[in-house]
């Protein structure tokens, strides 16, 4: 084999092992030294254009106004928690009229919470466990992580692709290499989703993280996902091979940090829950709204995934597609 062709073979997978130490930047909230190739601004600024377009494809902010502004309130509690070294981001906190049962957030602090999911809570602490856990995602700069990540891998795919083709036909480079490269891609996806189940573990435990810090029980954060629990219906394939932990693995989880980290939080008056207060700014002034329109066919499907870890998309919800 000649020097170029063992170049274009074996400097892209030295890539793709080494891609995750290029680059790399202490995360304030993580503590964690991760990959991305974005600026917070350039993050700011992702989030700001597709704020809207998100907005209008989930039907629209909820027609009341007081609504949005419990929304904010909790929120703008949740962000005082948010650690030093992260800047100051336009956070943004959206109730969408959507029947669905979704949450999801763009970089740079714009939190949507759908109103079918708020429907499905019955206290403010479970409220900001959501939106905790969103903007967990957020400061953790989840989304910048997977388009980094991607995009070095789809590099590191590519150039090894194209020094096969340059290969002689009758070679073991091209024999070997068009048994491998598959391969490699398939291992290469696997990665990407086990880098989003950790996201996901990561964004409950920095929900759980600002809950505490702003007075609520972070005990809201394992009812949430009990409600997602009982909410997911259907065929899940093996946890391995999804994008998104079983809600079982994350109540797990949330229950060990419950019972060490956040352990003096319980039976603790300090740790509020605020049931009435959900029922009156939230579920109340919600029933009596018009109902929220029929979701189109591509807002289903996210709604489907957000429920079902099998068919999760992490890109879907926490990065600009």
Known sequence: MNRT???????????????????????????????????????????????????????????????????????????????????????EFTVLNSPVINAFALPGGKIFLSRGLAEKLDSEAQFAGVLGHEIGHVTARHSNQQMSQQLGINFAIGAVAAGIGLSDADSDVRKYGQLGLPAVAVGSNLYLLSFGRSEELEADMLGMRYMSRAGYNPRGQLEVMQVLAAESQGARQPEWLSTHPLPESRIDRINELLATQYADTQNNPSYVDNQARYKADMLDRLSKLPPAPEPSADEQAQANAYLDPSLYCAECRHAVN
């Open 5 to 91: 062709l063992k170049l274009l073979i074996t400097l892209p997978l030295l890539l793709l092992i080494t891609l995750p130490t290029i680059g790399c930047s202490v995360n304030p909230a993580t503590g964690k030294r991760s990959f991305t190739l974005m600026s917070w601004e350039k993050e700011k600024a992702l989030g700001l254009a597709a704020a809207p377009q998100m907005t209008e494809a989930f039907g629209g902010e909820v027609p009341d106004a007081a609504i949005g502004d419990y929304a904010r309130q909790v929120g703008g509690k949740l962000v005082t928690g948010v650690e030093e070294g992260v800047p100051q981001l336009e956070w």
